[in-house]
């Protein structure tokens, strides 16, 4: 019986190894590659991959989970979760940030923060 209990654990194990290694490894749908856009890379996409399988199987236990561990309110969770889900970003770009403001703090020169080549972030100390 031992052998038995073995042997299935060893196949559950190689079955499940197996399955992680399909869900992280296999290429972008193009489904998937439109909703990511141009900046497409592994780690947006194995994070789009859990956030919609987790919406999909179990969404309320899981934001449930998350608000308790986190300590933020269910209903942001949920926006989170669908939004990545949906490939969107969580934290909007810094474009994104300043567009509603009318001038980005690049133009308006009050900034201690300067993007150099490369998108390396360089802060100036007071």
Known sequence: MRLVLKSLFKAITALLTIAVM?????????????ALGRDNN?????????????????????????AEATGLPPSVIRAHLNAKAAGEPIIPHQEDLFAGQGQS???SGTSKRRVGPGGSLFVRPD
């Open 22 to 34: 399909a869900f992280t490894l296999m290429p972008a749908t193009d489904s998937e590659a439109a």
């Open 42 to 66: 592994r780690f947006n996409l194995i994070q789009m991959r859990l956030a919609k399988t987790m919406m999909t199987v179990a969404p309320d236990m899981v934001v449930a989970r998350y």
């Open 105 to 107: 703090t690049r133009e």
